[in-house]
């Protein structure tokens, strides 16, 4: 296994969190992003980004990240979920993207995919 590192810049408080990418051998780029693979993402179908759900680096950056902020932005219980500000299919670069991400309980977040859903 290789690993790639990227550090990630915490609430803008300068502190960095190194994370460890384990990419397959055979990546030929650093840039490669595993989740992109793959025909029809472009297109936004749902289906597209569930290998970017699945990625060791998002799992990390989730738990860390719901660590941190662990309280609904709507409604300030409990979160449950780390969502994307600018969703993943719009903006694929940002999707590990530390200030990208807000931490919604389910009913919050099923309440804003309706929304984001109703609006297409
Ligand atoms: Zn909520």
Redesign the pocket.
């Known amino acids: 296994m290789m690993g790639k590192e990227i550090k990630l810049n915490i609430d803008n408080r300068q502190t960095f969190v190194n994370l460890t990418i384990h990419t397959m051998p055979d990546s030929p780029s650093p840039k490669k992003r595993p989740w992109l693979q793959g025909s029809g993402f472009a297109r936004g179908r749902k289906s597209q980004n569930s290998k970017f759900y699945e990625s060791t680096a998002w799992r990390k950056l989730r738990t860390m990240f719901i660590r941190t902020n662990p309280v609904?932005i709507?409604?300030?219980?409990a979160?449950a979920v780390v969502d994307h500000i600018v969703r993943v299919n719009d903006d694929p670069d940002r999707a590990l993207e530390w200030s990208n991400l807000q931490t919604?309980?389910h009913?919050?977040?099923n309440a804003k995919s309706g929304r984001e859903a109703h609006n297409k």
């Open positions: 609904c709507e409604c300030g219980r979160g919604m309980c009913r919050c977040h």
